[in-house]
T-cell receptor, first 114, second 114 residues
Framework: EAGVAQSPRYKIIEKRQSVAFWCNPISGHATLYWYQQILGQGPKLLIQFQNNGVVDDSQLPKDRFSAERLKGVDSTLKIQPAKLEDSAVYLC????????????FGNGTRLTVT | EDKVVQSPLSLVVHEGDTVTLNCSYEVTNFRSLLWYKQEKKAPTFLFMLTSSGIEKKSGRLSSILDKKELFSILNITATQTGDSAIYLCAATTNYGGSQGNLIFGKGTKLSVKP
């Protein structure tokens, strides 16, 4: 099966600019996650979708971050305006909505904010 | 606050050695514990553990969970240079009736020298 697709692979922007990341989950996976992984840290959940509804966005900095999954498939994550501390790898993951289904991760987008 | 702690943070061994990676957790509404291997790209799924004392094996890798003492270990026997990676441990919770998110540790960076 095709894996989780993410684009772009790399992005360099200046602080205060905006940026958007795209994710296409594994076909049939109802649950989609965006994680932020800062260098030297484990991934941290930003937002979880079940189909096109938000399940958990408690750790999403909503003043600058937004995410949507309009048709319950693809998702975009946006940062506006970016800060230096947003430099990280942004990982998208998906899973089946069944009990204890493991998450499958995409290759991530490495964001550098200068 | 929920947390997952991994030790050691880094480890250097020689090919053929056996290594044990540790993961302890303090998580409310604990559901399961997962191990991932992260090389340069996406974390790849290794094991999911839900029951105490039942070892899961895949080739030279094995893992076990102790729900009483709140920890898990990942063993790798006869290590190879291809085992060099960051090994991430994560706990899942019951949240809002859905699968819940993953709470990751910082990872153990394993380097296997020829």
């Amino acid at each position: 099966e095709a894996g989780v697709a993410q684009s772009p692979r790399y992005k360099i922007i200046e602080k205060r600019q905006s940026v958007a990341f795209w994710c296409n989950p594994i076909s049939g996976h109802a649950t989609l996650y965006w994680y932020q992984q800062i260098l030297g840290q484990g991934p941290k959940l930003l937002i979880q979708f079940q189909n096109n509804g938000v399940v958990d966005d408690s750790q999403l900095p909503k003043d600058r971050f937004s995410a949507e999954r309009l048709k319950g498939v693809d998702s975009t994550l946006k940062i506006q305006p970016a800060k230096l501390e947003d430099s990280a790898v942004y990982l998208c993951a998906s899973s089946l909505a069944t009990y204890n289904s493991p998450l499958h991760f995409g290759n991530g987008t490495r964001l550098t904010v200068t | 606050e929920d947390k997952v702690v991994q030790s050691p943070l880094s480890l250097v061994v020689h090919e053929g050695d056996t290594v044990t990676l540790n993961c302890s957790y303090e998580v409310t509404n604990f559901r399961s514990l997962l191990w991932y291997k992260q090389e340069k790209k996406a974390p790849t799924f290794l094991f999911m553990l839900t029951s105490s004392g039942i070892e899961k094996k895949s080739g030279r890798l094995s893992s076990i969970l102790d729900k009483k003492e709140l920890f898990s270990i990942l063993n790798i026997t006869a290590t190879q240079t291809g085992d060099s990676a960051i090994y991430l441990c994560a706990a899942t919770t019951n949240y809002g009736g859905s699968q819940g998110n993953l709470i990751f540790g910082k990872g153990t960076k394993l380097s296997v020298k020829p």
